[in-house]
């Protein structure tokens, strides 16, 4: 007999649409060696909240208080390469950081305080990881930019398994505009 599933291990992300997984791996296969643990583009993602374990009955509140959030649409340039500050990754993130995102973050936060989550307190960094067990050292650079209309956030669960992490998008909301 299997356990019913009590927990969760949840994020909140924007996702790119099949256009912009396709430019980003255009430009992983110009600007990147071929080495470490290539994200496949199915996964390519940019976290905003990061939710861990979560258990299953605090999900339909989760999405109830988020349905709330009037956040705006916003376009993110992706043209920095960069390490991960101490890890064998590579990043690509934007220089700068739009307004809009940020405040996507911010209220996406608030809409879940006071519901008994364990929300991270470090600075938002937004970056897409795009490889990982990165065996030799890697010269940041920046890029052309990736311009990615983000236009929707969505809601994943993240099923760990032996090769890459497998998501699941369970629910997706428009940006207004
Ligand atoms: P794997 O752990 O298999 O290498 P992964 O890190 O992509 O894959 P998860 O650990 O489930 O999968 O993480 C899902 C997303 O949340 C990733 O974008 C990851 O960078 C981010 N994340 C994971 N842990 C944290 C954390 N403590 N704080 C902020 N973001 C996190
Ligand atoms: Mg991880």
């Known amino acids: 007999m299997t356990a019913a599933v009590s927990s969760k291990r949840l994020f909140f992300a924007i996702w790119p649409q ?3 997984r396709e430019r980003l791996e255009r430009s992983r296969k110009d600007y990147c060696p071929h080495i470490g643990r290539w994200t496949p583009a199915e996964n390519l993602h940019v976290t905003l909240v990061f939710l861990g374990n ?7 509140s989760i ?6 959030i009037d956040a705006r649409a916003f376009n993110l340039d992706l043209d920095w390469l960069r390490t991960a500050p101490g890890k064998g990754m590579v990043w690509l993130a934007p220089k700068e950081v739009p307004n809009e995102l ?8 608030s809409s879940l305080e006071g519901l008994d989550l364990e929300i991270e307190k470090r600075a938002y960094r937004p970056h897409l990881t795009l490889i ?10 920046e890029i052309e930019p990736i311009p990615w209309p983000v236009r929707s956030f969505t809601l994943v669960e993240s099923r760990p398994s032996r090769g890459a992490s497998e998501y699941l998008r369970a629910r ?6």
């Open 132 to 141: 990982r067990k990165l065996p030799a050292p890697f010269e940041p650079r």
């Open 18 to 20: 099949k256009k912009i």
């Open 172 to 177: 997706i909301w428009r940006l207004r505009g």
């Open 63 to 68: 999405e109830a208080a988020v349905s709330g």
């Open 102 to 109: 940020l405040e996507l973050v911010d209220a996406l936060k």
């Open 54 to 60: 979560v258990a299953v009955r605090l999900i339909p």
